[in-house]
């Protein structure tokens, strides 16, 4: 029978007989790794690059009189886009994992596909409409990459639902813009105002999409206390009826009035809608002590919203666009004169106190 002071003897004389780890040598063998696995990525490019040169050769000397010049290129750059896409994914280290290599797959990706749609699909289009192409496509782009990088973590999915729907809808927002009238004319015929009633209702479904996964933390906290009760609730749902009024009056009601007084009844909405806003916040901000000077300004502030839209309903369809722009911006200076001479008056005053009692 072996001792235990046998067999502990025994470990340590194994454990001293083992090569000690030698740090520069694993330093030199790590290089000497990286320096082989780069040389072969710089032959796998080299060698990608001359097999897209023989394709183009290959295509232009067998296949290309089959198809036009736009095509041709379009093809040509849509194989350096391929080999682009590959290099990519070989040099990106692997350490960084899949998701940089996916989204620079997806950006050249979406190169070749404006390569493709400029060459080949534009000339069916109208300016604007293929600006508003190229911008969706560059939206759809950037909703892939969130989607794809967003942490999954915490409150992730309400992030990916609001950032999700503020994306989709800026995508519908730049289609619709160029092919309203494609819509009026094939599918559905609509005039301007109904054009705007279907901005808004899209912009309204938007908002309730980005709203609704944070709906139970609607709160203002101060000194730690929640002070504030159902208001910003009850703001944003007032808000949101706001819009749907607007995209009501816009659908069935505004083609009977000028534009200018379309203009006037935005204006009165939005006062009765800033009226309620105040007067539902005015209570809290009394019980905060609320200096004057604020509602002061919110007050004059409605007044010139006010008046804005008794010009625009009244008065406004017997001058041009460019008086009434005048007339807008003379306006506006006088409001705000109004409002830096108040504060203006009130900094005298302060400073003439007298400091020494």
Do not use: C
């Amino acid at each position: 029978m072996t001792s235990i002071d046998d067999n502990e003897s025994d470990r340590k004389s194994a454990h001293d007989s083992e090569a000690p780890f030698d740090i520069e040598a694993e330093i030199k063998k790590k290089r000497r790794s990286h320096r082989r696995k780069s040389t072969a990525k710089g032959y796998v490019t080299g060698t990608s690059f001359f097999v897209w040169i023989a394709f183009t050769i290959l295509w232009l000397f067998f296949r290309a009189s089959e198809h036009s010049v736009f095509e041709n290129i379009a093809i040509v750059f849509i194989a350096l886009l391929i080999l682009g896409a590959l290099n990519v994914v070989l040099w990106i280290p692997s350490v960084e994992g899949k998701k940089p290599k996916a989204s620079a797959v997806s950006g050249i990706a979406w190169i070749g596909f404006l390569i493709v749609w400029i060459l080949i699909f534009a000339r069916w289009f109208g300016f604007y409409e293929n600006i508003g192409i190229a911008i969706a496509s560059l939206l759809v782009l950037g909703l892939m990459n969130m989607l794809l990088w967003m942490p999954g973590h915490g409150d992730s999915g309400g992030a990916r639902i609001s950032s999700s729907a503020g994306l989709i809808w800026m995508i519908f927002f730049v289609l619709w813009l160029p092919f309203a009238n494609n819509f009026s004319q094939t599918i559905y015929p609509i005039n301007f105002y109904q054009s705007v009633a279907i901005i808004l209702a899209s912009l309204l479904l938007m908002l309730i999409a980005v709203v609704s996964p944070w709906r139970n933390k609607m709160q203002i906290s101060i000194d730690g206390k929640v002070s504030v009760g159902g208001r910003p609730k009850a703001t944003i749902g007032i808000f949101f009826l706001w819009i749907l009024v607007l995209v009501i009056w816009m659908w069935f009601i505004a083609t009977d009035y000028t534009g200018y007084q379309n203009v006037a009844a935005v204006l009165i909405s939005f006062a009765l809608f800033f009226g309620i806003i105040a007067g539902m916040w005015y209570t809290w901000a009394r019980t905060r002590d609320e200096g004057q000077e604020s509602w002061f300004s919110i007050g004059l502030v409605f007044a010139w919203v006010l008046i804005l839209a008794l010009w625009f309903w009244f008065f406004a369809d017997d001058f041009d666009i460019y008086q009434n722009i005048a007339i807008f911006i003379v306006s506006l200076i006088s409001m705000a004169a109004i409002g830096g001479l108040t504060q203006w008056m009130k900094i005298r005053d302060f400073e003439s106190m007298d400091w020494e009692d």
